[in-house]
């Protein structure tokens, strides 16, 4: 689609809501915080990394979801609207690293997560931006209900895993101030993640696998995503 095409909903969806979030979170972190950009970095990296191998290869694969903006795009959307859960929560993200500090944080990125991708997804459908290939969705029961089948516990659990990454990232990057490290830290944060997530779609997407599958198997040229 292209970008002068698009309504002031899709507008604001896809590109001025994202990229505000973005500068905020790059110019926040570094400015009122003083942490040095590896911090900001690493928060956007990580969720950028996940859209392109997790998200990426689920499409591929399950057909899950399909698009109509470019692959890169629904990463940078990932990433963005991600970095709100951390700025929302950044005075418990500054607190001194701790066990009960982890948890908070997955907690409250978890709801922060689920609530922020179910508005999302939601609003993408609405706006022809966003194709759910699944069960539910082949049941014509509306958008919402086809989101809140799968979204609630795919970004809940996203925001699960991203709180502690955040947290961790601070410790290393800002606490201990050991920058050099960055690409280190994300390769050791970002495989496991993924691998978990298509676990659980190759578990889910098998007919043989557990009654709660969250999708059925499409044709590949009926979910290519653009």
Request: glycine share 8%; with cysteine; aromatic share 12%.
């Amino acid at each position: 689609m292209k970008k002068n095409a698009m309504n002031p909903v899709q507008q604001r969806l896809l590109w001025v809501v994202p990229s505000l979030l973005m500068a905020v979170h790059f110019l926040y972190w570094p400015l009122v915080r003083g942490t040095s950009i590896a911090f900001p970095l690493f928060v956007a990296v990580i969720p950028f990394l996940f859209g392109l191998l997790m998200v990426g290869t689920a499409v591929r694969i399950w057909h899950l979801w399909s698009w109509t903006i470019p692959m890169p795009h629904v990463c940078f959307l990932w990433a963005s609207y991600t970095t709100l859960g951390p700025l929302v929560l950044n005075d418990t993200i500054s607190m001194p690293f701790s066990a009960m500090g982890v948890v908070k944080m997955s907690l409250l990125t978890g709801f922060i997560s689920a609530v922020t991708g179910t508005v999302i997804d939601t609003i993408s459908m609405d706006e022809r931006l966003l194709t759910v290939h699944s069960r539910v969705a082949a049941l014509g029961v509306g958008t919402v209900k086809t989101v809140i089948a799968y979204s609630f516990l795919f970004f809940g659990a996203f925001g699960l895993f991203i709180g502690p990454i955040t947290k961790v990232g601070h410790y290393y990057l800002v606490e201990l101030g050991d920058t050099s490290r960055i690409w280190l830290l994300i390769v050791l944060t970002i495989v496991p993640t993924c691998a978990m997530f298509l676990a659980y779609f190759a578990i889910a997407s098998n007919p043989r696998g557990a009654p709660g599958a969250l999708a059925a198997k499409q044709q590949p040229d009926s979910a290519s995503s653009s």
